[in-house]
């Protein structure tokens, strides 16, 4: 199973991060993806270069503050798990996580490169927008 | 009006695979002219053996500890220096073509400018430097980028794509179902990455990559200075060349490398001797990086194999030779020759059957560490033609390429501009090379650091799943060239090993941390 984890520190509050984290459908605001449409408990996301995931809303806890997805009914993707937390640094402000555990291995790899590009992009947003 | 630069690389390239360097199967007259008019440099290392921190030393002139590109997928940032970016601002029209990987080839997000550029349809990407002001990618105000073969999103892929479709299934996938390094093998021999490729020769990627050069080479005006990087991705696996150029070269017909002991238990006793991970890959318990397949087992190679892949080997590297003969024809129509600088080099070397192995990986050896490295001072320079044995490395080629156009060393290398002879490398201190390696691959953590010196190299493993840090290599050149005797736990050559250690602790930049993250295996 290949794992992975990224992180980032947001001047924000908890609350307020989660309100764009904890939404499935505002995911392309922040992630290097082209759009996303989410039905009841499915999401659908398009990368610039044509692919389309599906994916199953496995979790939406806004007292943990935790998202959990699963791609499905993919030809290369066997086992997926993608996790975000949001968590308060217990100074008024947060620490968002993203993890992703999934076969194939390698491809954790790049869905990290992807979270490290969307959190750090989401910072901006919510820092700037404060 | 100054001097040109042409900078000619290939990937994984053997120091001995050319005739210059007493290589006796691969044809190379062109490089080999290369060599007889300028400086060959015959002890010259990557400071890391995979491509993306070795790449990334020659753009920055700086040791990977410095740039941060610690492993393969680790990004060399945007704002990073770059030789390109100042040889720009001193008026040089720059272009790379051929392979970058200065970022992550397999990216299917197109967070990167080298995969985002071909489906694009763009050839730079404009960019905040490291001043806070907009430039090219990198410096390059042009980059027509290629890797191994047709797949991925790159503009030789692209083109590919767009203009032969029936040639994009010839190529070795190198990507397995589970996107692991493929193990499948083929040829004769079943060697692994090995494939007869019906791809016509005029659509493999050596010569698109001369073509492209060439046709840059052509939209400049006579008076321009410019510098161009071009980058073969040959002769690194996957070894398909086209199948037409094949009788070039008979794997039949070729004695086994000097490096290939033939008998598997001499293999295995001299394998024995070294640092525990390398007899661990060769049988298959432990594979450490993404470098090599991850379903392949060393120990199953074949004396056959062994020869099949060094003859696809030497035949790329004929076809790279020839490729770099119709540039330089080319550039001699333009009336540039007298005053075009030519550096030759590879950004890290290859097993090619040494020890019993193939492909590259966190060992510190000549196979992989000693490369071809010839640089041709442009005529009107008047530099005598002389062999540099001094020690020298990629990290100098930042600094000699601002030489060449005349500028002062940028503040950002941390190796001054290569020697022209030995005597310039004794006044100004060439005396020894260092090479770092660290991976960590989902939680096998390998780690490594090398200098050498006096003819001697010497590794000591950093504390990783395998290491404790108390291990290590020590090899005498002099008397062990293939590097089959470790001497580092040996008592008489205990002062030695102090000594080179205590060297290589003193000038190792200090690492800059915390380590970026890895954004792809490779």
């Known amino acids: 199973m290949g794992s992975v984890r990224r992180s980032q520190h947001i001047k924000c509050s908890p609350d307020e991060a989660w309100k764009i984290i904890g939404d499935p459908s505002r995911l392309h605001e922040w992630f290097p993806i082209v759009s996303c449409r989410v039905e009841g408990n499915k999401r659908w996301i398009s990368l610039a270069n044509g692919l389309v995931f599906e994916e199953d809303i496995v979790l939406i806890d806004n007292y943990l503050r935790r998202f959990q997805y699963s791609i499905v009914n993919n030809p290369i993707v066997t086992q997926h798990l993608g996790t975000v937390d949001v968590i308060d640094d217990g100074h008024g402000e947060c620490i968002a996580i993203y993890s992703t555990d999934m076969k194939p291995n390698v491809l954790a790899l790049g869905i990290g490169a992807a979270a490290h590009n969307g959190l750090s992009k989401v910072k901006k947003i919510l820092e700037g927008t404060k | ?522």
Request: negative net charge.
């Open chain 2, 1 to 522: 009006m100054g001097r040109r630069i042409l900078f000619i690389t290939t990937d994984q390239q053997r120091f001995d695979s050319l005739g210059c360097n007493g290589g006796t199967i691969a044809r190379t007259p062109n490089i080999d002219a290369l060599a007889k008019n300028g400086i060959n440099y015959t002890r010259a290392h990557p400071q890391n053996v995979v491509c993306m921190p070795s790449r990334s030393t020659i753009i920055t002139g700086q040791h990977p500890s410095t740039h941060g590109v610690w492993m393969n997928g680790v990004t060399l940032p945007v704002d990073a220096p770059s030789i390109a970016a100042t040889l720009r601002n001193a008026g040089y029209k720059t272009a790379l073509v051929g392979k970058a990987h200065f970022e992550p080839l397999l990216d299917p997000f197109q967070i990167f400018a080298e995969t985002r550029m071909a489906a694009q349809k763009v050839f730079t990407e404009m960019q905040t430097s490291a001043d806070g002001t907009l430039a090219p990618h990198r410096g390059f105000d042009h980059m027509e980028l290629a890797t191994h073969g047709g797949q991925g999103s790159v503009h030789y892929a692209q083109w590919i794509r767009e203009n032969h479709p029936e040639a994009l299934g010839q190529f070795f996938m190198v990507l397995d179902h589970e996107l692991e390094v493929s193990a499948v093998g083929g040829g004769d021999t079943n060697a692994p990455q090995v494939k007869f490729n019906e791809i016509q020769r005029e659509w493999y990627h050596t010569d698109w990559v001369a073509d492209r050069t060439m046709a840059w080479l052509d939209s400049l005006g006579a008076d321009d200075d410019w510098f161009c990087w071009m980058s073969f991705p040959d002769p690194h696996h996957p070894w398909d060349p086209p199948k037409s150029e094949l009788g070039r070269v008979n794997w039949r017909d070729l004695d086994l490398p000097q490096g290939y002991p033939t008998d598997a238990a001499t293999r295995e006793s001299i394998l024995a001797q070294k640092s525990l991970h390398w007899s661990k890959w060769y049988d298959g318990s432990f594979v450490s990086n993404y470098e090599a397949p991850l379903h392949w087992i060393p120990a199953t190679l074949t004396a056959d194999q062994v020869r099949e892949v060094n003859a696809m080997a030497h035949i790329e590297n004929e076809l790279i030779d020839e490729a770099i003969g119709r540039v330089l024809k080319m550039i001699e129509s333009r009336g540039w020759t007298s005053d075009v600088d030519i550096i030759f080099t590879t950004d890290h070397g290859e097993f090619q059957g040494d020890f019993g192995l193939l492909f590259k990986g966190p060992y510190h050896v000549d196979s992989l560490m000693r490369l071809p490295m010839i640089w041709k001072p442009a005529p009107s320079a008047n530099v005598t033609p002389a062999v540099v044995t001094a020690p020298v490395g990629l990290v100098s080629l930042a600094a000699t390429f601002a030489s060449i156009a005349g500028l002062p060393i940028p503040e950002y290398v941390e190796s001054p501009a290569l020697p022209l002879n030995d005597a310039d490398a004794a006044k100004r201190g060439f005396e020894s090379v260092l090479t770092e390696w660290d991976s960590v691959l989902f939680g096998k953590i390998i780690g490594s650091r090398t200098i050498h010196r006096d003819g001697w190299t010497c590794t000591r493993m950093l504390p990783g799943t395998l290491h404790d840090g108390t291990e290590g290599e020590l090899y005498n050149h002099a008397n062990d060239p293939l590097q089959h005797v470790n001497l580092w736990n040996d008592s008489q050559h205990r002062a030695i090993r102090d000594d080179l250690l205590a060297d290589m602790q003193s000038t190792m930049p200090e690492q800059v941390l915390p380590l970026r993250p890895v954004d792809a295996p490779v």
